[in-house]
């Protein structure tokens, strides 16, 4: 149902995503996995604006009718809850595409139970698994007609992945000892990070389910800068030409085969809002080079991680204040 109206949507309008600038190919590529109903993972460094992209799908998500007090956005036609399944008199209330957005933080504590739900045992015997006495509906209900934002997938247990995969997959699962249907209406967008070593890969059972949208940082230093200054505070003036050089700086420490770890679009905004407020500070209403030289390491250092053979004989900050340099020297 839910790709159906996106169908209509993504037909109306050429350009449906436009909360994110740039990024042209991953549009593209959720567009076609939306349209037939597929199940997303977007892979990519933190802060390229994974979230913002499945924000906006829900976004665009036409008005329906729920029920009113419902917390899983029932529709009166097809009830999900334990609840609503119960009552069949109901008053309904309009509920936006946005307030149908759930965002769930993957982790190595997430429980099978605290995403899908948990059944008492002992109530069940009496009024049934699916009761509302015996069954509390998990998270994943909550993005019923909507859009289920499951970040950093791959930092769950392989056993809740599973979980995941069969509910998306044949609409069903096991909750303890009860096998429980599950007719949840939603659109499922997983992330992971690529770069990110300390946790487990997805499993190829897994992986082999989904199609996978690869996201990068911004293709070019204008788009980066157009998003700096569009999500970045502004309360003092900055040049074009310095604008241009942190953003470029920080794409400079992006490419550098020193680091293992690389700083995101939150660090050119961190040098462009920390540079405003140093200048205010000292008096200024625009910000001069020194200021950004002044912030850098509080900006960057902690964002970047050397290799080990580098860290060795260099810290973060003395390397960073040298290629900052080296950049200056060589302009
Ligand atoms: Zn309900």
Excluded: W
């Excluded at 119960?86 to 759930?102: A, M």
């Amino acid at each position: 149902m839910l790709s159906k109206q996106l169908r209509e949507i993504f037909a109306k309008n050429k350009d449906s995503f436009t909360d994110i600038l740039g990024q042209e190919s991953a549009k593209q590529g959720i567009k076609s996995a939306l349209l037939t109903n597929r199940h997303i993972i977007i892979s990519g460094p933190p802060g390229i604006g994974k979230t913002t992209l499945a924000k906006n799908i829900a976004k665009l998500l036409p008005d329906i009718e729920v029920v009113d007090g419902c917390s899983y956005h029932c529709t009166p036609e097809e009830p999900v809850c334990p609840s609503c399944k119960q009552n069949d008199r109901h008053k309904t209330i309009k509920l936006e595409g946005i307030r149908r957005f759930v965002r769930i933080q993957g982790s190595p504590d997430l429980t099978v139970e605290d995403l899908l739900g948990d059944i008492d045992p002992i109530k069940a015997l009496k009024f049934g698994p699916l009761s509302l006495e015996a069954f509390t509906p998990g998270k994943i209900f909550k993005a019923n007609n909507g859009v289920l934002f499951f970040d950093e997938l791959n930092r769950c247990p392989e056993k809740l992945q599973n979980a995941m995969l069969q509910v998306l997959e044949e609409g069903k699962t096991t909750i303890g000892s009860y096998d429980v249907d599950f007719d949840v209406n939603l659109i499922f967008i997983g992330t992971m990070n690529p770069e990110d070593s300390s946790t487990e890969k997805l499993s190829d059972v897994l992986l082999d389910r989904f199609d996978v949208i690869y996201m990068d940082y911004p293709e070019d230093t204008d788009t980066e800068k157009k998003i700096v200054m569009a999500k970045g505070n502004k309360i003092a003036s900055v040049s074009d030409e310095l604008l241009t050089l942190m953003v470029h700086f920080v794409r400079l420490l992006r490419q550098d085969e020193k680091l293992e770890k690389k700083p995101s679009v939150r660090a050119s905004i961190g040098l462009y809002e920390r540079s405003q407020s140093n200048a205010l500070l000292k008096g200024r209403k625009n910000v001069q080079f020194q200021d950004i030289k002044d912030v850098l390491v509080s900006v960057l250092s902690h964002r970047i991680r050397l290799k080990p053979s580098v860290r060795y004989l260099e810290s973060a900050e003395n390397y960073l204040k040298e290629q900052f340099q080296k950049l200056l020297c060589s302009r």
